[in-house]
């Protein structure tokens, strides 16, 4: 074990700010390329639907990957092991679900948000429901943690004002995100592959390099880091809860989130899109590699830095990834290290950035004005956009409110939001009979259970913990999360089948092309989307290529979970 003399920061060379440099100049000048085209709706808000697999991959990859995946996962590392990586190995799997099973519907009925799918299925309350749950969560998690994250990985690494920087990125990110839509989105997220790969594989390497590799890294960190598969006793994964209720939340996130599928909507053609999806489920492979274990290679190299509780886990695991950097990387490798977070960051930002002004552009304005023409509707987007950017940036002052604590409780959120939506969604495409008032219905109670939980989990931590006496609230609070999400999935498929059975049956051909039942009928499309370019169908060697490379995926993964079992 190399218990090296450690220091807290990173002077940056010029080589470093040369490479800093060169990723800002890259990914601006994309952006900037794509402002200057003619813009449609269809060009910014679904990049012209001309995207090829591997950009669709690399942007579901990015898009997902942000700066707080590398201190959360490292971190869950240090502190637990390899059992956090089961949430990226069980994303490779439900990718194929979003490909096979959801993407033909979404493509077929030619929605440009899952909003407007949901309507067309359901009804508008449950499309204003979806649309108002997603940009809400959008601001109060996703760009707060974003930010958080990002703040402490360059003030620990840099030491960089984590107000001057996170200002600064929020502005960045937005310029290129209004300037040129989702084109400018998708294909700085490819850049932005390639450059988080190559520094997440850098530091992996070198630090497997100086524990003595995976033997040594076995030695020098508890045997049990490296059994993935958790009694139901396990206090945060469970098996239980890892294989029923996490893919509760990864079907509301992979398959029913407008960040995510907002990028297989501007896929070229059916088979790019399935394609897409199974390319970033290889790439979600690699997280638990180059994210999780260099958590566990923090632990070995650097063991006197962390807090040990008396069972002897660790407290401080978010130090473990900034860590790294700062003692093991060379100059050169510590500015693509650098280019590699604020791709990460930039990445998802972007994301949550564009995919919300097409929400408010399209949920919103558009019913509120139906005859807006196509330029009117981009210079909404971009509105849109901005107003985005300018709450990101007045989310910058509260972020040293944010502690790991508070971020645990934010993680838990999809939890508490995602089980009615998915229930709508899985269940909508499988029972014609299902109706809007049952979903409706569903919509609203999952809501209440979610915030029901939340509410009462905040009071008790902010109490020690120890709160309630009442039998079942304490039982309530203290279930695990992903048990919690099981309870809600079966509580809001009940309402949702109860009430649809006392209301009146759908019109079969309203249901055209939206689920199995009337997936081949007709659909009773109106003139507003009639003039959307449709993808077209997946071709036969599409088709072919698309069931290898999924067999192989599946594969991959379950030898995966037998190794590490």
Not at 75 to 81: D, F, K, V
Not at 292 to 316: H, T, W, Y
Not at 327 to 350: R, Y
Not at 528 to 540: G, M, S
Request: with cysteine; hydrophobic share 55%; aromatic share 12%.
């Amino acid at each position: 074990m190399d218990q090296a003399v450690h220091v807290t920061h990173k002077a940056l060379t010029s080589i470093d700010l040369t490479i800093i440099g060169l990723y800002f100049a890259v990914v601006f000048g994309i952006g900037f390329y794509f402002a200057r085209k003619e813009r449609t709706s269809t060009d910014y808000f679904l990049a012209s639907r001309t995207v090829g697999w591997f950009a669709i991959g690399a942007s579901l990859f990015v898009s997902n990957i942000s700066t707080e995946h590398f201190i959360g996962l490292a971190g869950s590392g240090a502190t637990t092991g390899l059992a956090v990586g089961h949430f990226e190995w069980l994303a490779c799997l439900i990718l194929l679900i979003l490909g096979w099973v959801f993407v033909p519907f979404y493509l077929r009925s030619n929605v440009f948000t899952m909003p407007e799918f949901l309507e067309r299925r359901f009804s508008r309350g449950s499309a204003v429901y979806l649309a108002s749950i997603s940009i809400i969560a959008y601001i109060l998690t996703k760009i707060s943690v974003h930010l958080w994250a990002a703040a402490i990985v360059l003030e620990r690494v840099v030491g960089w004002s984590p107000l001057k920087a996170a200002i600064v990125l929020v502005i960045v990110t937005g310029i290129y995100t209004i300037a040129g839509g989702l084109s400018a989105v998708i294909y700085t997220e490819v850049v932005q592959t390639l450059v988080l790969l190559t520094g997440a594989i850098a530091l992996t390497f070198i630090g497997l390099h100086r524990v003595g590799g995976f033997a040594g890294l076995r030695a020098d960190v508890p045997a049990s880091y490296f059994h993935m598969i958790k009694p139901v006793s396990d206090a945060e994964f469970p098996w239980t809860g890892i294989f029923l209720g996490a893919p509760i939340l990864g079907i509301w996130y992979w398959c029913t989130d407008q960040v995510i599928v907002q990028r297989v909507l501007s896929a070229r053609d059916e088979g790019h899109a399935k394609a897409g999806t199974i390319f970033a489920g290889f790439l979600k492979i690699l997280p638990v590699f180059l994210l999780v274990v260099p958590g566990l290679i923090a632990v070995a190299l650097f063991r006197d830095l962390f807090k040990f509780g008396p069972s002897g886990q660790v407290l401080n695991g978010d130090i473990a990834f900034p860590t790294l950097i700062i003692n093991l990387l060379p100059p050169g490798l510590v500015g693509l290290m650098i280019a590699a977070l604020l791709a990460a960051l930039m990445g998802g930002m972007a994301s949550v950035f564009n995919s919300a002004s097409t929400l408010v552009t399209l949920d919103f304005y558009k019913k509120l004005r139906p005859q807006a023409s196509e330029s009117r509707l981009v210079g909404i987007g971009r509105f849109a956009t901005g107003v985005m950017v300018l709450l990101g940036i007045a989310w910058v002052p509260f972020i040293h409110l944010i502690s790991s604590q508070l971020y645990i409780y934010l993680q838990s959120v999809q939890a508490y939001i995602s089980p009615p939506i998915a229930v709508c969604f899985i269940l909508g495409i499988l029972w014609p009979r299902l109706n809007g008032r049952g979903a409706i219905s569903s919509l609203l109670t999952g809501f209440v259970l979610g915030a029901i939980r939340f509410i009462l989990e905040l009071v008790d931590a902010t109490h020690g913990g120890q709160y309630f006496t009442n039998s079942f609230i304490n039982w309530m609070v203290k279930m695990n999360f992903l048990h919690y999400a099981i309870l809600m999935f079966v509580i809001c498929s009940l309402v949702l089948i109860l009430v649809s059975l006392t209301a009146p049956v759908p019109e079969r051909k309203k249901l055209a092309g939206l689920t199995f039942a009337t997936v081949d009928e007709k659909m009773d499309v109106t003139p507003v989307h009639e003039v959307r370019q449709k993808p077209a169908a997946e071709t036969a060697a599409e088709h072919r290529l698309n069931v290898l490379f999924s067999v192989a995926l599946v594969a991959t993964v379950v030898g995966l979970w037998i190794y590490f079992r």
